[in-house]
């Protein structure tokens, strides 16, 4: 159920882009785009808590993340028909490590952060071009695939970090 509900997602968001590219070619912006969206790949992880919208979980809650948390991958949707299909099944065990689990977490959050930035650029170019109900397109598959879920890694994380006693550095 996860990688069909990701692979779900990822479809849906990418659409608007891949029509906008396959459309227009590839042409050197989209290979200048690539390149500067890969840079958060580099950052460090100081960066992105840095860039935390908030150290308060009421926030991200107000944003609607727990909403949006029952619709993602290991969410509670794809939670609850694993456990209807298998009771024994738990989709993050309570017993993973918490270091290991922030790691997951960043890695999503730089994926996301990645495709981010390469949404944005070809919806820029999209408006420089003319092509507005195209950007608005991309704009709202940016805020579907990539700013909700960087919103709900760092709900995730708060949430973490509280449980093991730990600080946002």
Not at 13 to 32: D, K, P, R
Request: charged share 15%; proline share 2%; aromatic share 18%.
């Amino acid at each position: 159920m996860n990688q069909f509900i990701n692979f779900f997602w990822t479809i849906l968001g990418f659409a608007a882009v891949l029509f906008y590219w396959v459309a227009n070619g590839l042409s050197v912006w989209f290979y200048l785009f690539i390149g500067l969206s890969i840079i958060p790949a580099f950052l460090s992880q100081r960066f992105f808590y840095r860039i935390q919208l908030s150290h308060n979980t009421k926030i991200y809650e107000r944003l609607g993340v727990r909403v949006i948390r029952k619709f993602v991958q290991h969410g509670d949707f794809a939670n609850r028909i694993g456990r209807k299909n298998n009771p024994a099944y738990r989709g993050m065990l309570k017993s993973v490590d918490p270091q290991r689990y922030l790691g997951t977490i960043m890695m999503y959050e730089r994926f996301h952060f990645i495709c981010f930035i390469f949404f944005l650029l070809t919806s820029g170019i999209a408006i420089v071009q003319g092509h507005y109900l195209l950007a608005l397109l991309i704009v709202i598959g940016n805020v579907v695939y990539n700013v909700f879920p960087i919103l709900l890694q760092q709900f995730n994380r708060i949430r973490v970090l509280r449980c093991s006693n730990q600080k946002l550095v």
